[in-house]
């Protein structure tokens, strides 16, 4: 295909930046539309650096973040806010999903952080790769309790769930796969496991707060027998295990579907998988074949996907219910950027909890399953409370931005009722919604008769008539899905 | 694999000689601290300790009176939005001639001065960048009828009277000899000349007691003689430097050149606090029997490798000496201090 | 059973059971407290070997009325000292695995399978504990019932009106545009009227009982009664209290949120007697464990084997199962060995007062304790 016409359409960009970001600012949407949508994927797919993030500046004025013993999920939300390269981003939460690794058991936050740098790093690279890092990872083996999985007595917790959870779902092995899995594993630990062990049970800082947790393979804790895994027969190791692991056709099937059902279109919950079809078993064939074409590269599945018709068109817009981090940090891009020290960021951290995301603190092994199950009567006034009172202050930085753009796009220095929803709408996506939806906002507004702001009171007053509407528009059944 | 415990000593015939580790965290007030800010010492042996704490443990934000034997005589102060004797987020205690208490606090914007028997007196300062106003004020220098405070988001120095008197003030923000990038410590040597760690420039730097610039000591790096944000600085009776070397977790000394001389990333061990914690927890006391520190880390980020490692320097905040040039290191995440002494020796 | 009502208190941050309920006399309560301890000549006495707290007066009255089960040595195989995953523990009724669904969650599940109750659990905090969370359990989190409900941020009240009209607006008009779409409507009408009921609460209150503290404690009971005797449909409330979290200034932190959780329960108490409701309501209060025995010089550490109470008019009086030994050799790691599962408590409530099915939700048949008439 040499024609280019979707690659300017708005819609689309914004679908993409719902998707592949936190849903479009103003300002990433007129950078999409000047560089069109194969540019900007080619970007977001292939981040140039880390994105600088002020450490120093966190720790020495966020004194309390500064051991992120707790307050990690406020430290993580802030480069979700602030990231240059989004994917990345949206590809740690994903990880996060599918990993799911808690501090409920684990005690303090800064190990598993150390996991999602991990994910930064790795998230985007080869499945191999990203799979022995994980089973390196400290709060992984604290979590899976890998230090009790000793040669001599095996503890089958991360051979069970690294088959189960991590690559190819219920169906494709058996419990003797397990336990050979286990095997490869032994030896894997943290260093001083015991004492480690123990202050994560009794949950205790003293005498000179927690420690962070380093790896360590014990050769003489290692069985080093024959095993076969998944049929294959030898002296394996842990990185020999994720090798089979990764040339298994289910392993591909299962990272596709939960890529289709984090991007592209809710699925049915993961327990369902092995008894229901995905949704769509041509995109997830696409999927696997780009998987074994490219040497099991995460970047090239995620390139097919985005690129696909299936992820493109209009059945796919919409299709997923937001996650409350979307929610979230998708409201806080909105409203601009945060100087630090801030209380808004540990807002956004209850505010997390409070839909039912708590990050860093995943319900179970099995992390969240995503889709209606985000949303409940309780969760649904947090949704829609948290994020309209975000965008409630036209002095933010982003709303202030999104103001001047609303009258930049006006002819005078006045607008109609009806331009202004649809110029919000617009700035806010844009947004498709229902008629009926439109019609409400049009009856709202109109309770702001004079919507011109040639002197300051009228400026002030079109202000608040702006961040009402924004509120409303936020508020709506709409805007909960991505 | 990185070794980060080895010391060049080549440059010194002095050595760092460990004292003593006094401290224990703290969540909900009584014996301990949690992210101890700064320290002052009396010169009857009690040793004020500022803890900043957090949110979730108010009851040990103030200020502990301990000794370097391990005593603890209680707390002065309380958290609090703005009464009298109250804080936020303290960074800084000092003592005058006469014992009366400073401290700094970089949320309430203002100095409060407790008398020395611990109660507050009275206090001044509000947000703002005029004369009398402070953005988050870090380091408080005392020096005979007068006091200078660091105003670091205002990137000057404000001298005041012993009662909250507006004097003067110098320094701007910059990269140039006698500007600050958000300056944190402070400190005087015997000549009188003053010491500023000028933290996001990297180095310290020296001026006379009027304010004028003499020179500067250190750059941006992780090698010997540089700095990565210095926090704090103090210099000993014979003009050695001190700094607390904040982002690269690590103690260095200077001579009165700016020579390097020393490097210290902290020995921090068990103090009877720990101990007495550790017999009402005998599960806790048989794993630690067998707990040994790894120096050797997969990783190079100093803060996580201070994260692993108990015994190193986790966020050194502040350095002061005793009157015997013993040198305290406050430890924010650690919730205690080191104490060594720099001394003849090999 | 319709018309039965649970209140669930939370003691967060581990009660230490020594203090609260306190063996007096007992040579091992002395000798391993010998800083955190409570003197005879102030513990108010029960029985001639265990006594309350001095601050549980208030408790103490009902207990001489009958009306306080006291059940000694609650908690779980194996026990785990930290707070997060003890709490996740009693919160899911899973004591070896990441438990998925919560205790009463599945229960409002079981009670309204239809989810048309939409106000049957109401926490007073924000969010929701792991306990009320089961998929499509309604449950309303309030953190202040004047305030309750959707776009709360609008203080100007004409505004907020407008902007919750123009809410409900679009929600009602929103139709047919598939499965998903349905959904997200009708949660949204649903907690819509769920604060439509919660909103006439307050103002449809009158009581003659003074709350008699001012802390969120006493709040959130008072919310309790509020929605109880407005007979809404609320079948469970939740609080919390905390933190008992006294690794240091044992005696003095446990005392002073005693004191409050004291006063929150007996004016609840007084409260929906002088309506004519406390037949149809019972207290269940509990803590993710107890604390060390011996104590650690100033406060007490983490430990296993706690107590829990359950009181109202319903309730059988009186101490249930036993006090566990305080002997040394008796203990586990230093702590109490429980002797009382939780899962039998939970069995009970859930089966004799809620009227719903144990087994599904505590994973096994476990012998009930009687504390109910």
Not at chain 2, 233 to 248: K, M, P, S
């Amino acid at each position: 295909m040499t024609t280019v016409d979707y690659s300017k359409d708005v819609s689309l960009l914004a679908h993409l930046l719902r998707r592949a970001s936190f849903g479009p600012t103003p300002d990433e949407m007129d950078y999409a539309v000047e560089v069109g949508y194969d540019n900007i994927l080619k970007e977001f797919l292939n981040p140039k650096e880390a994105d600088l993030v002020p450490h120093d500046m966190i720790r020495r004025y966020h004194v309390a973040q500064s051991d992120l013993r707790n307050q990690g999920a406020a430290y993580w939300i802030y480069r979700m806010l602030m990231t240059k390269s989004p994917l990345r981003e949206k590809m740690t939460l994903f990880w996060h999903r599918i990993f799911a690794t808690g501090w409920a058991k684990l005690i303090q936050h800064r190990p598993i952080l150390n996991q999602i740098d991990m994910f930064r790093t790795h998230g985007m690279g080869k499945f191999d790769d990203l799979l022995i890092e994980l089973s390196k990872d400290p709060s992984m083996i604290m979590w899976l309790d890998n230090q009790d999985n000793h040669g001599h007595n095996i503890n089958e917790n991360y051979g069970r769930e690294i088959l189960e959870l991590f690559s190819m779902g219920v169906g494709n092995y058996t419990e003797d796969d397990i336990k050979e899995t286990a095997r490869a594993f032994t030896g894997w630990r943290v260093v001083n496991p015991e004492y480690m062990s123990i202050k994560m049970r009794n949950n205790t800082a003293r005498p000179y707060g927690y420690m962070s947790w380093q790896f360590e393979y014990d050769d003489e804790d290692h069985d080093k027998g024959l095993k076969t895994i998944l049929g294959q027969t030898g002296n394996w190791n842990g990185e020999d295990a994720v090798r089979i692991i990764c040339e298994q056709e289910g392993t591909a099937k299962y990272l596709a579907r939960h890529l289709y059902h984090y991007f592209v279109e809710d699925e049915l919950p993961v327990p369902q998988w092995p008894h229901e079809p995905p949704r769509n078993p041509e995109a997830i064939d696409l999927m696997v074949q780009s998987y074994f074409d490219n040497d099991h590269s995460i970047k090239a599945v995620l390139g097919t996907m985005f690129t696909a018709d299936f992820f493109k068109d209009i059945p796919a817009r919409y299709a997923r219910i937001k996650s409350p981090a979307e929610m979230v940090v998708g409201a806080l891009r909105l409203a601009g950027p945060i100087e630090l020290p801030s209380m808004d960021l540990l807002a956004a951290e209850d505010a997390c909890t409070n839909m039912g995301q708590a990050l860093l603190n995943p319900p179970s092994v099995e992390g969240w399953q995503g889709g209606t199950e985000w949303v409940s009567t309780g969760a649904y006034v947090q949704r829609v409370n948290f994020v309209s009172k975000v965008l409630s202050d036209p002095d933010k930085i982003g709303l202030r931005n999104i103001i001047d753009k609303i009258k930049e796009k006006a002819s005078s220095s006045n607008l109609t009722h009806t331009q202004l929803v649809d110029f919000c709408l617009d700035i806010l996506g844009p947004l498709d919604v229902m008629d009926s939806t439109k019609s409400s906002l049009n009856k709202y507004i109109s309770r702001y008769p004079d919507l011109s702001w040639s002197d300051k009171s009228g400026s002030d007053s079109f202000d608040e008539a702006v961040v009402s509407l924004i509120q409303l528009i936020v508020s709506s059944i709409e805007y909960q899905n991505a | 694999m990185h070794n980060n415990g080895a010391h060049d000593l080549s440059k010194t015939t002095k050595k760092m000689n460990y004292v003593t580790t006094v401290g224990f965290n703290t969540d909900f007030g009584g014996r301990g601290f949690e992210h101890p800010a700064s320290l002052a010492i009396r010169d009857d042996g009690v040793i004020f300790v500022a803890s900043r704490g957090k949110r979730t443990s108010k009851q040990t934000i103030g200020i502990q009176r301990v000794s370097k034997n391990h005593e603890f005589f209680g707390k002065i102060g309380s958290y609090g939005l703005g009464e009298l004797g109250q804080m936020v987020w303290p960074t800084c205690v000092t003592l005058d001639l006469d014992n009366n208490l400073f401290l700094a606090d970089e949320f309430l914007n203002r100095i409060t001065i407790f008398d020395p028997d611990g109660e507050p007196v009275k206090y001044w300062g509000e947000k703002g960048s005029a004369p009398g106003q402070f953005d988050q004020p870090s380091g408080l220098l005392v020096r005979g009828e007068t006091i200078l405070v660091v105003d670091s988001k205002n990137n000057r120095i404000q001298e005041y009277n012993l009662d909250g008197g507006y004097i003067s003030q110098w320094g701007e923000e910059g990269v140039g000899p006698g500007q600050f990038s958000l300056p944190w410590g402070i400190c005087e040597d015997s000549h009188g000349y003053i010491y500023i760690a000028d933290w996001r420039n990297d180095r310290i730097q020296k001026f006379t007691s009027k304010g004028e610039f003499v020179e500067s000591f250190g750059e941006s790096g992780s090698s010997e003689g540089k700095f990565n944000r210095p926090s704090d600085v103090a210099v000993d009776t014979e003009g050695n430097i001190i700094v607390t070397d904040w982002a690269n977790q690590r103690l260095q000394i200077l001579d009165r050149e700016g020579n390097f001389l020393i490097e210290e990333r902290g020995k921090g061990g068990l103090n009877p606090w720990a101990e007495e914690y550790f017999e009402a927890q005998q599960d806790e006391k048989e794993a630690r029997a067998s707990f040994v520190p790894v120096f050797d880390t997969d990783v190079d980020d100093p803060s996580e490798i201070s994260a692993r490692i108990e015994p190193y320097f986790w966020d050194p905040v502040s350095v002061e000496l005793d009157s015997d040039d013993n040198i305290y290191i406050t430890e924010s995440n650690r919730h205690r201090f080191q104490v060594f002494e720099f001394c003849e020796g090999n | 059973m319709k018309d039965k009502k649970l209140v669930v208190i939370q003691l967060s941050g581990g009660n230490d059971y020594l203090n609260c309920v306190i063996p007096y006399n007992n040579s091992n309560y002395i000798d391993n407290r010998p800083n955190v301890r409570i003197n005879e000549n102030e513990v108010i006495p029960i029985d001639s070997n265990i006594g309350l707290n001095p601050v549980m007066q208030p408790m103490k009255d009902l207990y001489d009325q009958n009306k306080v089960a006291i059940l000694h040595g609650v908690g779980y195989p194996v026990p785990n000292r930290s707070h997060f995953r003890s709490m996740d523990i009693w919160h899911t009724a899973e004591p070896t695995k990441v438990g998925t669904e919560g205790w009463l969650g599945n229960a409002i599940n079981q009670m309204y399978p239809k989810h048309d109750n939409v106000v049957a659990a109401v926490n007073f905090g924000a969010g929701l504990p792991r306990a009320l969370v089961a998929h499509g359990a309604p449950v309303a989190a309030v953190t202040d019932l004047d305030s309750y409900g959707f776009l709360n941020h609008i203080n100007e009240e004409n505004n907020r009106l407008d902007a919750l009209s123009a809410f409900k607006d679009m929600y009602a008009q929103a139709i047919g545009t598939g499965p998903v779409m349905d959904y997200l409507r009708q949660t949204g009408l649903d907690a819509l009227k769920g604060a439509d009921i919660l909103s006439t609460v307050t103002s449809e209150y009158s009581s003659d009982i003074e709350y008699s503290m001012d802390n969120s404690f006493s709040k959130a009971m008072k919310g309790a009664a509020q929605v109880l005797q407005a007979d809404i449909g609320t079948r469970i409330c939740y609080t919390q209290h905390g933190s008992f979290d006294a690794h240091t200034n044992g005696i003095a932190l446990q005392e002073g949120l005693l004191k409050h959780v004291m006063g929150g329960i007996r004016d609840f108490y007084d409260d929906m007697k002088a309506a004519n409701k406390s037949d149809d309501v019972i207290m269940f209060v509990f803590s993710e464990f107890g604390r060390r025995v011996k104590d650690n010089g100033n406060g007490t550490d983490h430990g296993s084997g706690g107590v829990a109470f359950v009181i109202g008019d319903s309730v059988k009086g009186g101490q249930y199962s036993e006090y566990p030994s305080l002997k040394y050799e008796d203990l586990l790691e230093g702590d109490l060995r429980f002797n009382l599962d939780f899962r039998s408590v939970y069995s009970e409530i859930l089966e004799d007062w809620l009227g719903v099915d144990a087994i599904p939700v505590v994973k096994g048949a476990y012998e009930k304790v009687g504390f109910l008439t």
